[in-house]
């Protein structure tokens, strides 16, 4: 595998939206880190953990009219929810300072921590302005059951694959995840990026081959590349590329 983010190669401003399960705010981080010496703006359009330790260089979550005024760097921008280590959406404002910003990068989706999630129809929140929609699937679920421990959502799971609880996840219902009408991709906008992410063995990077190889002619058709990696060791390989 090579560097993960030479796998992406983001050239000039982009929007960026991040959906799916097993790995979106670590992918978001380690994105926005490569990309330090730019103006890279992280945000959420649903809600994202406040970070433990701060990986940003700046950052918003009351008054939002200075946002986009700093240098390079990394700005945070998202509001305080009251009980929570978390941040919400911040204000629509925000959104005027996209032109301000090199890189953006927004979580546009939750999965309460869970490898494999179902959609409501008001998810995920991919804003229009986005250019780049990175959809992520973990690996690592495989052979994993079908239960309300390993789905978020799970009826609405279950009605998109056409799987059963208590069935063992194989390729075949990852490509399902993917590929549904209901499922990763309804909702995303801009070019198309599938992450198969949690790849560690060269079993694993086979099975995510074994993925790809299910997926239907008319999905590849809006995908732009698929990506097998390993966010927390920061290494990838592009398995295909339109």
Same mark, same amino acid.
């Given at each position: 595998?090579?560097?993960?983010?030479?796998?992406?190669?983001?050239?000039?401003?982009?929007?960026?939206?991040?959906?799916?399960?097993?790995?979106?705010?670590?992918?978001?981080?380690?994105?926005?880190?490569?990309?330090?010496?730019?103006?890279?703006?992280?945000?959420?359009?649903?809600?994202?953990?406040?970070?433990?330790?701060?990986?940003?260089?700046?950052?918003?979550?009351?008054?939002?009219?200075?946002?986009?005024?700093?240098?390079?760097?990394?700005?945070?921008?998202?509001?305080?929810?009251?009980?929570?280590?978390?941040?919400?959406?911040?204000?629509?404002?925000?959104?005027?300072?996209?032109?301000?910003?090199?890189?953006? %990068? +927004?979580? !546009?989706? *939750?999965? #309460?921590?869970?490898?494999?999630?179902?959609? $409501? &129809?008001?998810?995920? /929140?991919?804003?229009?302005?986005?250019?780049?929609?990175?959809?992520?699937?973990?690996?690592?679920?495989?052979?994993?059951?079908?239960?309300?421990?390993?789905?978020?959502?799970?009826?609405? %799971? +279950?009605? !998109?694959? *056409?799987? #059963?609880?208590?069935?063992?996840?194989?390729? $075949? &219902?990852?490509?399902? /995840?993917?590929?549904?009408?209901?499922?990763?991709?309804?909702?995303?906008?801009?070019?198309?990026?599938?992450?198969?992410?949690?790849?560690?063995?060269?079993?694993?990077?086979?099975?995510?081959?074994?993925?790809?190889?299910?997926?239907?002619?008319?999905?590849?058709?809006?995908?732009?590349?698929?990506?097998?990696?390993?966010?927390?060791?920061?290494?990838?390989?592009?398995?295909?590329?339109?």
């Amino acid at each position: 595998m090579e560097r993960l983010s030479d796998c992406f190669a983001f050239q000039g401003k982009q929007v960026i939206s991040l959906i799916g399960s097993g790995g979106k705010t670590s992918l978001m981080w380690y994105l926005a880190d490569c990309y330090r010496h730019e103006k890279v703006l992280v945000s959420t359009t649903t809600k994202i953990g406040y970070p433990l330790h701060q990986l940003y260089d700046f950052f918003y979550c009351q008054d939002f009219s200075k946002v986009g005024t700093d240098g390079r760097g990394i700005t945070l921008a998202g509001t305080h929810m009251l009980g929570a280590h978390k941040l919400s959406a911040p204000p629509s404002i925000v959104q005027q300072s996209f032109p301000s910003f090199d890189k953006i %990068f +927004l979580e !546009a989706d *939750g999965s #309460k921590q869970l490898p494999l999630k179902g959609w $409501e &129809t008001f998810e995920p /929140v991919v804003i229009p302005e986005t250019t780049v929609t990175i959809g992520l699937i973990p690996i690592s679920v495989l052979n994993q059951k079908i239960d309300e421990t390993t789905v978020h959502r799970l009826p609405l %799971f +279950l009605r !998109a694959t *056409g799987t #059963k609880t208590g069935e063992v996840i194989c390729e $075949e &219902t990852l490509a399902e /995840v993917i590929s549904s009408p209901k499922g990763l991709w309804a909702k995303s906008r801009g070019h198309r990026i599938l992450c198969i992410n949690q790849v560690e063995t060269s079993e694993q990077l086979n099975q995510a081959k074994k993925v790809l190889s299910l997926l239907p002619c008319m999905l590849m058709k809006r995908l732009t590349k698929i990506i097998a990696c390993n966010v927390q060791s920061g290494k990838g390989v592009v398995l295909w590329e339109k």
